[in-house]
RNA sequence: CGGGGCGUAGCGCAGCCUGGUCAGCGCGACUGGUUUGGGACCAGUAGGUCGCGAGUUCAAAUCUCGCCGCCCCGACCA
């Protein structure tokens, strides 16, 4: 390829409302262009790049026995109706009528699909187990696109979906698809990819776990021991925070005028803010309240407080709600508080400390040496704590460390959850219908490319690893006017080609230094530079994009340097 | 959906407060010439319903109202 051919330009500016490496450098380099909000053309060589990593992601689902098939963007709301999602999932399933008014959609995932092709395709235990894998487009109307690829609208992803007869397969085959992502983020360059292990209960323990690129940028907050053993999405990690533990002494009661947060009680009586318990409201939709108590200094997961209540969302409540359930703000604690009349969670924290400062649901007054066992008239006792950095791990001990990460894949056991309830059965040995056991595999494949990018840039640009690279080498004729220059770099381009090897060859007339900095935001892993010096001295100039390497190679050798390199740096 | 910011040439911006030589600058693109090792120089050219719509006014990019789009933070996210 000619680079003064390459569609795609090359800015010198970023974008005012590009933020992040890979959204600066993924539009400056002319790899794609924003179309509308989260929705993105590939250029030529942002395809290639995600043509590449599609390879690698192809071999490694076919190598654990996946089938490529291809379902549709568009389908009919009947199918969602099936599996009860086109009532549960909200407006990010972009919803539409056809030219007969039948209700369509966009799909964003693809179970509802791949499970009306395998209940007809696949009828009997022989079969089983199977998994299908696509790449397709997929479609979420999401409230927030943002940091350019990272958080689109419209993205093309690798789904998978395995089908099986027993938990037990279901669970090997779990195990072989987390090794086959291992291998497909390690094959793509991701240095920091982790698996870590999310949600886990709410679907009747179901298991899954995410990979997380390891970036600023990224959305998901990690916690993590330093010794890596641990490793947590902030919505279900704990800590094993240190209670004090002190014989209980009597409650009194203390005069905090106009002291109405923790900071203010805290100080005001000289005392530690985890040394006092705090209240802290919400209302499910339903418009139930709950009455939350929680460690003073600790902050509520309000993700895991809703996992525990089975509640999909949650809203502070106003003070009219808090003093209906007996409670006065500001001065809010269980004390004498009926859980048998309001819904009472109560944390660990709270739970197992001593002598706690607590509201006396009066205004002006707290109490102290609240002791839960002896002072709650009952609650629900559970982990809701926010994970704090420097919190003792749970497994080791050691402060954790807090990470951000970008979600590139998740795998998910499913169970039988849209198996059965869109009757995907098979026959088994006693001629008997079982629902099918299903697992679920997604990778995002621009999130993917964009997150290369966050892990592998300098101040130029993108430092693209082999496997991935738009091309793998990058000529820079400097002074093409030069006959010699114009005939050698020719010829080596030619040579070049010939051999097979995918190279941007760069022809223009340019001065060097607007050269090089193309050259740096295209990438290329390696590059070759002719010049009249070069010509004179019957070298060509060879440099590594990630700065590793520089030299003179002999012109008549440098074919044979070059396919080398490009045998060892797979 | 809440909070904040921004819409003027392909990109980055100035002008708006104080209405009137106000359609401007830099980069990029195109033509010609000089250049050629880290985003060169000279001369010239093309490119804009100043986001859209109403209103105020003799006069609106500029003031008022409404709408739309985009970005950031938060909420939400199979």
């Known amino acids: 390829m000619k680079l003064s051919r390459l569609v795609g330009q090359r800015i010198k500016e970023a974008p005012r409302d590009a933020q992040t490496a890979s959204h600066i450098f993924l539009m400056r380099g002319g790899y794609v262009r924003p179309v509308s909000t989260g929705i993105y053309s590939l250029l030529p060589l942002g395809k290639r790049i995600v043509t590449k990593i599609e390879r690698i992601i192809r071999e490694e689902m076919n ?33 539409f009528q ?19 092709l395998t209940r007809t395709e696949v009828t009997s235990y022989k079969q089983l187990p199977c998994m299908l894998y696509q790449l397709q487009t997929k479609y979420r109307d999401e409230a927030r696109p943002r940091a350019g690829l990272i958080r689109v609208r419209e993205f093309t992803m690798k789904d998978g979906y395995s089908f099986h007869t027993s938990q037990e397969c279901l669970e090997q085959y779990y195990r072989r698809c987390h090794e086959a992502y291992v291998r497909i983020f390690e094959r793509v360059g991701l240095a920091n990819c982790i698996s870590i292990e999310s949600d886990s209960g709410m679907m009747g323990g179901a298991v899954s776990h995410e990979f997380m690129a390891i970036a600023e940028c990224g959305e998901d907050t990690i916690f993590m021991s330093p010794d890596g053993q641990y490793k947590a999405n902030r919505d279900v990690a704990v800590s094993k925070p240190v209670y004090v533990k002190e014989p209980p002494l009597p409650l009194e009661k203390v005069h905090t005028p106009g002291r109405k947060t ?5 100080s005001f009586l000289g005392v530690e803010p985890s040394r006092t318990g705090k209240a802290v409201f919400y209302v499910d939709p339903q418009g139930n309240v709950v009455f939350v108590m929680i460690r003073g200094d600790i902050e509520v997961n309000e993700a895991k407080l809703r996992k525990h209540l089975q509640a999909p969302e949650l809203k502070f409540a106003n003070d009219d709600q808090i003093r209906a359930v007996g409670a006065e703000p500001g001065y809010a604690s269980i004390l004498n508080v009926d859980a048998s009349k309001v819904r009472v969670v109560v944390d660990v924290s709270a739970a197992e400390s001593s002598n706690l400062v607590v509201g006396a649901n009066e205004p002006d007054y707290h109490f102290k040496n609240f002791n839960f066992s002896r002072d709650a ?108 220059v114009r005939r050698e770099a020719d010829t080596l381009y030619q040579a070049l080609l010939d051999r097979g090897v995918e190279i941007l060859f760069d022809d223009r007339s340019e001065k060097a230094g607007f050269m090089f900095n193309d050259a740096d935001l295209i990438g290329a892993p390696l590059r070759l530079i002719v010049s009249p010096k070069t010509v004179a001295a019957g070298q060509v100039e060879f440099k590594t994009r990630d700065g590793k390497r520089k030299e003179m190679v002999n012109r008549d050798s440098v074919v044979e340097f070059v396919m080398d390199l490009l045998r060892t740096m797979r």
């Not at 919190?391 to 990470?403: E, F, I, K, S, Y």
């Open 63 to 95: 190598r654990i026995d996946g089938q490529e098939v291809l379902m549709p963007v568009v389908l009919p709301q009947e199918l969602w109706d099936e599996s009860g999602r086109s009532e549960s999932v909200g407006p990010e399933l972009l919803r």
């Open 98 to 116: 056809d030219r007969n008014g039948k209700p369509m959609l966009l799909g964003m995932t693809h179970e509802e699909a791949v499970v009306h």
């Open 262 to 266: 923790i900071e203010e009680v805290a």
């Open 377 to 484: 008239k009952g609650g629900e006792v559970t982990d809701i704590a926010a994970v704090r950095e420097g919190d003792p791990c749970p497994v080791t001990g050691a402060p954790l460390r807090m990470l951000r990460g970008i979600e590139v894949g998740n795998i998910f056991q499913l169970g039988t959850k849209y198996t059965v309830a869109m009757n995907c059965n098979y026959l088994d040995q006693n001629g008997k219908s079982q629902p099918m056991i299903m697992g679920c595999y997604g990778i995002g494949v621009g999130r993917t490319m964009a997150a290369v990018v966050e892990q592998s840039h300098d101040q130029y640009g993108p430092v693209w690893p082999m496997s991935i690279a738009p091309f793998t080498v990058h000529l820079c004729a400097l002074n093409v006017g030069d006959a010699n």
